[in-house]
């Protein structure tokens, strides 16, 4: 069965930077476009940011200017650089596959534990 799993996560003060890494213990991330979410206390999770196969990305806009996804399909990993940080990107993240569809990016794969990024001001 497909596992993923994020690590990288911790307590950084703002303006701060984090790498979350995230791996598969299947064939996921081949051929799939990959994808972080985040989902903070009572709040539903969102998506911030996207990569396809071939290296197409997609930033939420909170997020634009300051996240860089990235991907190593080599060694089944994708990436979240995150510069800039602020209290508001305090949440638990998690990576996934994604399929587009009508315009979004809808997860299909299983959901790891999440990494949590804490943001202090």
């Known amino acids: 069965q497909v596992q993923l799993v994020e690590s990288g996560g911790g307590l950084v003060q703002a303006g701060g930077s984090l790498t979350l890494s995230c791996t598969s213990s299947?064939?996921?991330?081949?051929?799939?476009?990959m994808a972080w979410y985040r989902q903070a206390p009572g709040k539903k999770r969102e998506l911030v940011a996207a990569?396809?196969?071939?290296?197409?990305?997609d930033y939420a806009d909170s997020v634009k200017g300051r996240f860089t996804i990235s991907r190593d399909d080599a060694k089944n990993m994708v990436y979240l650089q995150m510069d800039s940080l602020k209290p508001e990107d305090t949440a638990l993240y998690y990576c996934n596959a994604v399929d587009p569809e009508r315009g979004s990016w809808v997860p299909f794969g299983p959901w790891g534990q999440g990494t949590q990024v804490t943001v202090s001001s």
């Open positions: 299947g064939t996921i991330f081949s051929l799939n476009a």
């Open positions: 990569i396809t196969s071939g290296g197409s990305r």
